[in-house]
Nanobody, 127 residues
Framework: QLQLVESGGGLVQPGGSLRLSCAASGFTLDKYAMGWFRQAPGKEREGVSC????????NYVDSVKGRFTISNDNTKNMVYLQMNNLKPEDTAVYYC????????????????????WGQGTQVTVSS
């Protein structure tokens, strides 16, 4: 059974850092394009970052560029989201998602493009 499990969320002060992890089971992540999404209270889920299955192409929403970094470790079947200089507006439930890509260098930015989702991890940025 294909499963994604996020971890690493928590409460952090503005300016702090967190690293979110997404562990895959039932499949190998190096065959899948991956994405990180978030949903703040009262708002729609938005794409934060995504990566092609090759790992060669990535994309970030403008609000996190220069602060967040997506990466993977295929030996551990994990995907990460390193979040630095966190702001209160980054507060949300963060989800990782996966899909089989049309090409190893394609990345996918929209929620509807993903077939598999984790349960989410809460990130709260507050002083």
């Amino acid at each position: 059974q294909l499963q994604l499990v996020e971890s690493g969320g928590g409460l952090v002060q503005p300016g702090g850092s967190l690293r979110l992890s997404c562990a895959a089971s039932g499949f190998t992540l190096d065959k899948y394009a991956m994405g990180w999404f978030r949903q703040a209270p009262g708002k729609e889920r938005e794409g934060v970052s995504c990566m092609s299955s090759s790992g060669l192409t990535t994309n970030y929403v403008d609000s996190v560029k220069g602060r967040f970094t997506i990466s993977n470790d295929n030996t551990k079947n994990m995907v990460y989201l390193q979040m630095n200089n966190l702001k209160p507006e980054d507060t949300a439930v963060y989800y990782c998602a996966a899909r089989i890509p049309y090409s190893p260098d394609y990345h996918y930015t929209y929620e509807a493009e993903y077939a598999y989702w984790g349960q989410g991890t809460q990130v709260t940025v507050s002083s």
